[in-house]
């Protein structure tokens, strides 16, 4: 398996602040990377796949970066609607592993 | 518009078997893949398995290879999800997610079904 970390963990933010999270992966999944937003009682939403396409009707402030192992999902400017968590997916192989998750609320 | 609408909440007994459900609507059922996944307490989300929808190819996660069965019924676009042998580590919310081709890529989820496995 594919072993996939977030960094932080957690963190706290006003809203309008510009939030970054980290995902790596222990080996190279190239550019096989999605980004997901998931809040409590809700089914997880597809928000940046193939590590940088934003999926239609995501707002812009949304984007991802990375290739190989490191990847990074970043809110250029935080809004209420996006405090939850964050978790990062791997669709280069079989288990299509996820990371932690990253969960972002207010400070 | 796309909804993939599960079966509702389940307790279940170690050592029984559960089934959930998982209608899809808004698209060509067979133009797509079912996967299963899960999310126990405080856990990551964990992939279980897929089914063609077109053909009824399965592939399972190696974790659940032998209690995990997968079918569908086209007629009915839904797809079924059977896990046996439960044990209270099964206890989590299941989830039923489309995916387009070979891309891996969960772009609609079911509201999920929680499963409790409790003597």
């Known amino acids: 398996d594919i072993q996939m970390t977030q960094s932080p963990s957690s963190l706290s933010a006003f809203v309008g602040d510009r939030v970054t999270v980290i995902c790596r992966a222990s080996?190279?999944?190239?550019?096989?990377l999605n980004w997901y937003q998931h809040k409590p009682g809700k089914a997880p939403t597809l928000l940046i796949y193939?590590?940088?396409n934003l999926r239609s009707g995501v707002p812009s402030r949304f984007s991802g970066s990375g290739s190989e192992t490191n990847f990074t999902l970043s809110i250029s400017s935080l809004q209420p609607d996006d405090f939850a968590t964050y978790f990062c997916?791997?669709?280069?192989?079989?288990?299509?592993?996820f990371g932690p998750g990253t969960k972002v609320d207010f400070k | 518009q796309v909804q993939l609408v599960q079966s509702g909440a389940e307790v279940a007994k170690p050592g029984a078997s559960m089934r959930v459900s998982c209608k899809a609507s808004?698209?060509?059922?067979?133009?797509?893949?079912i996967h299963w996944l899960r999310q126990a307490p405080g856990q990551r989300p964990e992939w279980m398995g897929w089914?063609?929808?077109?053909?009824?190819?399965?592939k399972f996660s190696q974790k659940f290879h032998g209690r995990v069965t997968i079918t569908r019924d086209t007629s009915a676009t839904t797809a079924y999800m059977e896990l046996s042998s439960l044990r209270s580590e099964d206890t989590a919310i299941y989830y039923c997610?489309?995916?387009?081709?070979?891309?891996?890529?969960?772009?609609?989820w079911g509201q999920g079904t929680l499963v409790t496995v409790s003597s």
């Open positions: 997916q791997q669709s280069h192989s079989a288990p299509f592993d």
């Open positions: 080996q190279s999944i190239s550019g096989f």
């Open positions: 808004g698209y060509i059922f067979t133009d797509y893949s």
């Open positions: 997610a489309r995916v387009f081709s070979s891309t891996y890529v969960f772009d609609y």
């Open positions: 193939g590590a940088s």
């Open positions: 089914i063609n929808a077109a053909n009824g190819f399965t």
